[in-house]
């Protein structure tokens, strides 16, 4: 039986879905959609946590993480059980048999960085054993958090934080590592040689504007997670929880319904001139990719003629 040959993926200027259309895949912010793509309990979406713990923190992590699984905190030490927001609290072990403590937050937040310190500490407090042998060897935290409002007045999607000298700038100690991803700031254009946090990023905050998984993002990583994704492969129950999730965080929050009103909605909200070259430089790469006009027009709120005039 000859092989068959795997079917060439299209541009991504070919799998933006239309206004009317659905995408087959859930938006990755919502809990359920989250958790299914990225279950640390089973094989291939524990997988894909590792894939993206790997890329999201390499900047950070001393080994790559090789395997997950959930930590069960009993109750925590300081606040209330309602005030923690994690959607995973993680045990995770890199290559060479270290464990590392992992929490990831994707829900909207006040007080966020504040938040992100309470978390850490509380992550390290859990690790603490009863009685007088406990030697303090506390494990590295790490938390990631996902913001869909803008924290920081600068063009940086990802900022990182530790525990550093103020003199030196080394690292003091390594118990305490923030990862804030801002993904308001993630531009809608991707290239094939983009990075693999660039790609990352990308998908967290376009997947569910897709069709399909375009040429750009054609990694098996990617193609695994799509396929964890799909809205397809939701039960019944799990459906009808993912849409009452996803109306009750996403219709009156920062991401909307419609990809095209939100672009609107951001773009026409944000009216200094400097978010407008931006936005203008956003238009133009996408019109460099060969996306028409008249949807540069949608997704970024220009006038077709200021497109033509890029």
Same mark, same amino acid.
């Given at each position: 039986m000859?092989?068959?040959?795997k079917?060439?993926?299209?541009?991504?200027?070919?799998? +933006?879905?239309?206004?009317?259309?659905k995408s087959?895949?859930a938006n990755?912010?919502?809990d359920?959609a989250?958790?299914?793509a990225?279950?640390?309990?089973?094989p291939?979406?524990r997988?894909n946590?590792v894939?993206?713990?790997?890329?999201?923190?390499?900047?950070?992590?001393?080994?790559?993480?090789v395997?997950?699984k959930?930590?069960n905190?009993?109750?925590?030490? &300081?606040?209330s059980?309602?005030?923690?927001?994690? +959607?995973?609290?993680?045990?995770?072990?890199?290559?060479?048999?270290?464990?590392?403590?992992?929490?990831?937050q994707?829900?909207?937040?006040?007080?966020?960085?504040?938040?992100?310190?309470f978390?850490a500490?509380e992550?390290?407090? =859990?690790?603490a054993d009863p009685?007088?042998? @406990?030697? !303090? =060897?506390?494990k590295?935290? !790490?938390?990631?958090?996902?913001a869909?409002?803008?924290m920081?007045d600068? $063009? /940086?999607? +990802?900022?990182?934080?530790?525990?550093?000298?103020?003199e030196?700038?080394?690292?003091?100690v390594?118990?305490?590592?923030?990862?804030?991803?801002?993904?308001s700031?993630?531009?809608?254009?991707?290239?094939?040689?983009?990075?693999?946090?660039?790609? @990352?990023?990308?998908?967290?905050r376009?997947?569910?504007?897709l069709?399909?998984?375009?040429a750009?993002? $054609?990694e /098996?990583?990617?193609?695994?997670?799509?396929?964890?994704s799909?809205v397809?492969?939701? &039960?019944k129950?799990e459906?009808?929880? !993912?849409q009452?999730?996803?109306?009750?965080? @996403?219709?009156h929050?920062?991401?909307?319904d419609?990809?095209f009103?939100e672009?609107?909605d951001?773009?026409?909200?944000?009216?200094?001139?400097?978010?407008?070259?931006?936005t203008?430089?956003m238009?133009?790469a996408?019109r460099e990719?060969?996306i028409?006009?008249?949807?540069?027009?949608i997704?970024?709120?220009?006038?077709?003629?200021? +497109?033509r005039?890029?």
């Amino acid at each position: 039986m000859e092989k068959q040959t795997k079917a060439k993926r299209k541009p991504l200027k070919d799998c +933006i879905v239309k206004p009317g259309e659905k995408s087959p895949y859930a938006n990755l912010l919502v809990d359920l959609a989250f958790k299914k793509a990225f279950d640390p309990d089973k094989p291939v979406s524990r997988q894909n946590l590792v894939n993206l713990l790997n890329d999201l923190l390499e900047p950070q992590l001393k080994r790559p993480i090789v395997t997950v699984k959930t930590r069960n905190v009993a109750h925590n030490l &300081s606040g209330s059980k309602v005030s923690r927001t994690a +959607i995973f609290d993680l045990h995770c072990k890199d290559d060479m048999g270290n464990l590392i403590e992992i929490e990831v937050q994707i829900r909207r937040m006040t007080n966020f960085l504040k938040r992100l310190a309470f978390y850490a500490s509380e992550m390290v407090a =859990n690790q603490a054993d009863p009685g007088d042998d @406990w030697n !303090y =060897n506390v494990k590295p935290t !790490y938390v990631i958090a996902f913001a869909r409002q803008k924290m920081f007045d600068d $063009d /940086r999607i +990802i900022h990182r934080a530790t525990v550093t000298d103020l003199e030196t700038g080394e690292q003091f100690v390594d118990t305490y590592n923030f990862t804030a991803i801002e993904l308001s700031k993630v531009p809608f254009f991707i290239e094939a040689g983009s990075s693999s946090i660039r790609k @990352w990023l990308f998908f967290f905050r376009y997947l569910d504007k897709l069709k399909e998984l375009p040429a750009e993002l $054609d990694e /098996r990583k990617f193609e695994s997670l799509t396929e964890s994704s799909k809205v397809s492969k939701f &039960s019944k129950e799990e459906f009808e929880a !993912y849409q009452k999730m996803f109306h009750e965080k @996403w219709d009156h929050n920062v991401l909307k319904d419609s990809f095209f009103e939100e672009f609107a909605d951001e773009i026409n909200a944000k009216v200094n001139e400097s978010v407008l070259d931006k936005t203008r430089e956003m238009a133009k790469a996408m019109r460099e990719q060969g996306i028409p006009d008249s949807t540069i027009a949608i997704i970024s709120g220009l006038s077709e003629e200021d +497109i033509r005039k890029l």
